[in-house]
């Protein structure tokens, strides 16, 4: 939000400057991220000055251009080449002198030289209105007033205005501050705690009379809960041109474009009072009649922008008797807005429901100053006197008489909220013992009527306008802020109790995992919790029935809670891969959101997702890319850190997976994890392999709870390892080889590891090799060999009984 300060002191007289008015205003809460100079005219005309043309002769050698010499009031006259057709000895013009800096229209700066044009010395310009920036006629030099002095400065003749804008970057709760007025009713309370007592200044309607009722224009609100107040009325004989320069000045220096002074002075009260309005030629409302309603789904209309949109069902329209002539509080339509032509006006002001504006604006995509402001809920009890204060302008700038009573809907009045305050729970929240005559102070200064005082508190009426006040709470941060948080004191004391809580807590689990993750390369990200409901056409585990969806999106791609952690993490790979990342390790801990029997259920998990190489490319390291097994690891290192190794294996395929495996514990499935279908990453433009694992965080988390951690000392006695070459049917796994291994030796086995397989060549059909190595450990002695071959011989024996095993 832009604010300009010569402006702002319109409202409040103060005599400080841009600077400390931006502190304060900071202070308050409505943080100003910057101070932009503006100058009414670009490079304020500096060094440009009045001339009086001496003499003015054909140049020698050029046919179109004049040798003059102008006289500006400081020694000998000035030789000048000049091009302008209407040049003439004896007028009075501005001429920028050597030094002088000028601007393109386009705001490119060039600075005035000496120089010689066709052998010709010239030192000087005299100049042209667009030149100048005080104009776009380029037809010929600027004349001015021949009783002017030469040497007279022309910046002072043209009034160039100087300002200094703030740009606040205001908090969508602060719909009250959304103007000039409003910043200034919070400077006032601010300056008022800096013993700064300032009247706050408004604008008078006293004026304001009906000149004759010779138009009426009829209003009837069809949907009054959608335009709770609607207020109008008609002005006739209006002159439709170029808004004077003061009001131009104010418009442009807050980023707007003037158009014409009818609507430049709606947009003026706008952001003068916050109250949006909108002119419509009266000529174009058929059957002198306002209709303010919905229309029928898929009706066609088209806006000032050019463009034709079909209408919602839930659209608040402005129409005529014939149809739609404007969004209400959003953008009018293309044949009822103000034009050269246009002599008599109906003028608009309302208070709509802003959560019909605000889906009006997201549903058509549409961004204004007005939906800006209603969407967030302004004062509904300004309606008519931004009416009226708008009248008044227009009547000063473009003429015109008040041909009609103001129309003003408004059957059920918005009421003030009633808040109570008391003391101790200020003192609690602020954690200081502010002076009750300060608190009230504070909260007259806000507009905030105190009803009663008791010994324990205040009873208060809060305005309208501030609707974002509404509980004791909000009451005691308007304090706080007008106070002053830098004011609040640091106590000396600190107070803390401890609390018990289990290191099974999820956060603490979070970190240790996450920083295991991390140690092995991955890196976390956080995805939006939105997503589309299109991903369900995706996988037939995700039913359209099971969506949360958003009562007010704002977009269709962002309407529903996600269903699966997956979707959302592969726009985050594709998003990498495309900016060549092509080698990713990622986590995440989220949730799920899904909709069982019209009851709400959260999941949380896991997830990680991995594509590309192991590691990044080196010289001396082969690359090695990431495959199933390296994943696996990776989940069952995330699980044995947890103490969660008893650990059942079941592989499965699905609409989602390649191929796939589920880790179970029990009857608890604890992760799935696979080789994400190409179908599915072809959705999202990736066309390498992704390895995705779906953790159920809450049941590790449930399992991890109930897992006793046993600590034991290090064996002192070395450990043991032999090796077979096992041959087998193709059908036998290595989870059979370790099962056997287990039982067969429950107390000095300690590991069983795969190093190799083998299938091909010089093995009978049907059969594979495994190299299987076995890790063999005495914690209170050390082996011998005699104890070793006689595990050995049983493990060879049992291989063959149970699975047919030979040795090769």
Known sequence: MKISYNWLKQFIKTTWTPEQISELLTDLGLEVEGVVAFQSVKGGLEGIVVGEVLTCVQHPNADRLKLTTVNIGTGAPLQIVCGAPNVAVGQKVPVATIGTTLYTEEGEAWTIKKGKIRGEESHGMICAEDELGLGKSHEGIMVLDAQLQPGTLVAELFEVENDQVFEIGLTPNRADAMSH?????????????????????????????????????????????????????????????????????????????????????????????????????????????????????????????????????????????????????????????????????????????????????????????????????????????????AALLIQEIAGGEITSDIVDFYPNKIEDFQVRLTFENAKKLIGEDIP?????????????????????????????????????ADIIEEILRVYGYNNIKTTEKLNASISNTSRFEDYKLQNIIGNQLASQGFFETLTNSLTSPDYSNLSQQLDEAHHVAMLNPLSHDLSVLRQSVLFSGLEN???????????????????????????????????????????????????????FFYLKGIVTSVLERLGLTALKTSPFKNDVFSEGIIFSIGKKQVVEFGLVKKSILKHFGISQDVLFADFNWDEVIDLAKHKTIVFKNIPKYPEVKRDFALLLDESVSFEDIDRIANNTEKNLLKNVNLFDVYQGNNLPEGKKSYAVSFTFQDEHKTLTDKQIDKIMNKLQDNFAKEVGAELR
Not at 436 to 458: A, F, P, Q, R, Y
Not at 597 to 617: A, M, P, R, W
């Open 181 to 389: 007025f409003g910043t200034a009713r919070d400077l006032k309370a601010g300056l008022l705690q800096k013993n700064v007592n300032l009247e706050l200044i408004t604008p008078s309607v006293s004026a304001f009379h009906v000149d004759s009722r010779t138009l009426r224009i009829d209003v009837d609100v069809k949907n009054k809960e959608l335009a709770p107040r609607y207020c109008g009325l008609t002005i006739s004989g209006v002159k439709v041109e170029a808004s004077p320069n003061w009001l131009q000045n104010r418009l442009k220096a807050i980023g707007l474009t003037p158009k014409n002074n009818i609507v430049d002075i709606t947009n003026y009260v706008l952001h003068e009072l916050g109250q949006p309005l909108h002119a419509f030629d009266a000529a174009k409302i058929t059957g002198n009649k306002i209709e303010v309603k919905t229309l029928a789904q898929g009706t066609k209309f088209t806006t000032l922008d050019g463009l034709e949109r079909e209408l919602h069902q839930e659209d608040l329209m402005i129409c005529n008797t014939e149809g739609p002539m404007c969004f209400a509080g959003v953008l009018g339509g293309i044949h009822s807005g103000v034009t050269e032509t246009t002599t008599n006006i109906f003028l608009e002001s309302a208070y709509f429901n802003p959560v019909s504006i605000r889906k009006t604006a997201k549903r058509h995509n549409i961004n204004t100053d007005a939906s800006f402001r209603f969407e967030r809920g302004i004062d509904p009890n300004i309606a008519e006197y931004a009416l009226k204060r």
């Open 436 to 472: 009750k005559d300060i608190i009230k102070s504070i909260l007259m200064s806000l507009d905030i009527k105190i009803n009663n005082v008791t010994e324990t508190g205040l009873g208060l009426t809060v305005p309208a306008y501030r609707n974002d006040v509404q509980r004791e």
């Open 573 to 627: 790979v594709s998003h990498n891969i495309n900016r060549k990342r092509d080698d990713l390790k990622l986590f995440e801990f989220g949730k799920t959101y899904h909709n069982y029997n019209n009851k709400k259920v959260e999941l949380k998990h896991l997830s990680l997702f991995v594509t590309g190489n192991k590691q990044n490319e080196r010289w001396n390291v082969a690359s090695q890319t990431s495959d």
